[in-house]
């Protein structure tokens, strides 16, 4: 998991004139089943869990040297000081909330969208697993804001150039440390301006009891859903893009690739359609914005 957040244009909020509700309402009828019934979600229920605006993030204000963590995977360590010093002094969240914020998946349902310019448009961006926005997809997904198959330094963090002074959000566990922290040492050696911080593990194990609890059952939460769970506590209006788990497209019925930039099959650790079927409830309540189609006709 390795995501991208972009802050910029603090004088945005877009408006979404939305058929998602009208379209999709027995799709979400058929996929919500088996989750929690009359799910209503007030966003104090999941900052009250799992207090994602202080806890989110590993930093040394809310961590100390050498304490014993446990990962989504139950393995204990400790964080040395050489890891402690990698972390931000305070949490980097600037401000409480932002206005809008824009959550973007890599679904195939991007392709030909041209969302680029509406993702681009809110104050805060989130990405998810590096995914490529030059090449011409940056009409359709935008710029602003990582998918790590870089073997040599240098090409990884050219890779970066494009998301500027972003925070690259890095995965910590006991099994991803060692190559999170060489993609760190890479970023400082030859001058990244990206900001590398790492997730915290126990936010992310609230956050997967939290989500279970809310019918995903036994699950592996995506990464999107973990991206969407930290914007719905730090922006006021969340908009999904390139969420869309199914092989045709909502509205012309045509072909999709699994992903934007290939057809990468998801792993079987994660419940794509139920989780769609969530979002689609918090759509329908209001929570959110899920965009799907193209955002030139909206």
């Given at each position: 998991?390795l995501?991208?957040w972009s802050k910029?244009?603090?004088?945005?909020n877009?408006?979404?004139?939305?058929k998602?509700?009208?379209?999709?309402?027995?799709?979400?009828?058929?996929?919500?089943?088996?989750?929690?019934k009359?799910l209503?979600?007030p966003?104090?229920q999941l900052?009250?869990?799992?207090?994602?605006?202080?806890?989110?993030?590993l930093n040394?204000?809310?961590?100390?040297v050498e304490p014993?963590?446990?990962?989504e995977?139950k393995y204990?360590f400790?964080?040395?000081?050489e890891?402690?010093n990698?972390?931000t002094?305070e949490h980097?969240?600037?401000?409480?909330?932002?206005?809008?914020?824009?959550?973007?998946g890599?679904?195939?349902?991007?392709?030909d969208s041209?969302?680029?310019?509406r993702i681009?448009?809110a104050q805060?961006v989130?990405?998810?697993?590096?995914?490529?926005l030059?090449?011409?997809?940056e009409k359709?997904?935008?710029?602003?804001?990582?998918?790590c198959?870089?073997?040599?330094?240098?090409p990884?963090?050219?890779?970066l150039?494009?998301?500027?002074?972003?925070?690259?959000l890095?995965?910590f566990?006991r099994g991803?440390?060692?190559?999170c922290?060489?993609?760190?040492?890479?970023?400082?050696?030859?001058?990244?301006?990206?900001r590398p911080?790492?997730?915290?593990?126990?936010?992310?194990?609230?956050?997967m009891?939290f989500?279970r609890a809310?019918g995903?059952?036994s699950?592996?939460m995506?990464t999107?859903l973990?991206?969407?769970?930290?914007?719905l506590?730090v922006?006021?209006?969340v908009?999904?893009?390139?969420?869309?788990p199914f092989d045709n497209?909502?509205?012309?019925?045509?072909d999709?690739?699994?992903h934007?930039y290939?057809?990468?099959k998801?792993k079987?650790v994660?419940a794509m359609p139920?989780?769609?079927?969530l979002?689609?409830?918090?759509?329908r309540?209001?929570?959110?914005k899920?965009h799907l189609g193209?955002?030139?006709?909206l």
């Amino acid at each position: 998991m390795l995501n991208t957040w972009s802050k910029y244009n603090t004088n945005s909020n877009h408006v979404c004139v939305d058929k998602t509700e009208r379209t999709f309402i027995k799709t979400s009828e058929s996929l919500v089943h088996g989750l929690t019934k009359s799910l209503w979600f007030p966003r104090s229920q999941l900052s009250n869990s799992c207090s994602g605006f202080d806890k989110a993030i590993l930093n040394q204000a809310n961590t100390v040297v050498e304490p014993e963590l446990v990962d989504e995977r139950k393995y204990s360590f400790q964080v040395s000081p050489e890891v402690f010093n990698t972390f931000t002094k305070e949490h980097p969240f600037s401000n409480k909330t932002w206005d809008t914020c824009s959550v973007v998946g890599n679904g195939g349902i991007l392709t030909d969208s041209s969302c680029g310019e509406r993702i681009d448009s809110a104050q805060f961006v989130m990405r998810c697993n590096l995914p490529p926005l030059g090449n011409g997809y940056e009409k359709h997904v935008g710029w602003i804001s990582l998918h790590c198959h870089y073997r040599r330094r240098r090409p990884f963090v050219e890779s970066l150039h494009i998301y500027g002074n972003s925070l690259l959000l890095f995965p910590f566990s006991r099994g991803t440390t060692a190559i999170c922290m060489r993609a760190i040492y890479s970023v400082e050696d030859l001058g990244s301006p990206i900001r590398p911080v790492f997730i915290n593990p126990k936010y992310f194990r609230r956050l997967m009891t939290f989500w279970r609890a809310q019918g995903l059952g036994s699950a592996w939460m995506s990464t999107g859903l973990i991206m969407t769970s930290i914007a719905l506590e730090v922006c006021e209006n969340v908009h999904l893009y390139g969420f869309w788990p199914f092989d045709n497209h909502p509205y012309g019925l045509y072909d999709l690739t699994n992903h934007y930039y290939d057809d990468r099959k998801a792993k079987s650790v994660h419940a794509m359609p139920k989780e769609f079927g969530l979002l689609m409830q918090l759509h329908r309540q209001g929570v959110l914005k899920l965009h799907l189609g193209d955002c030139q006709r909206l």
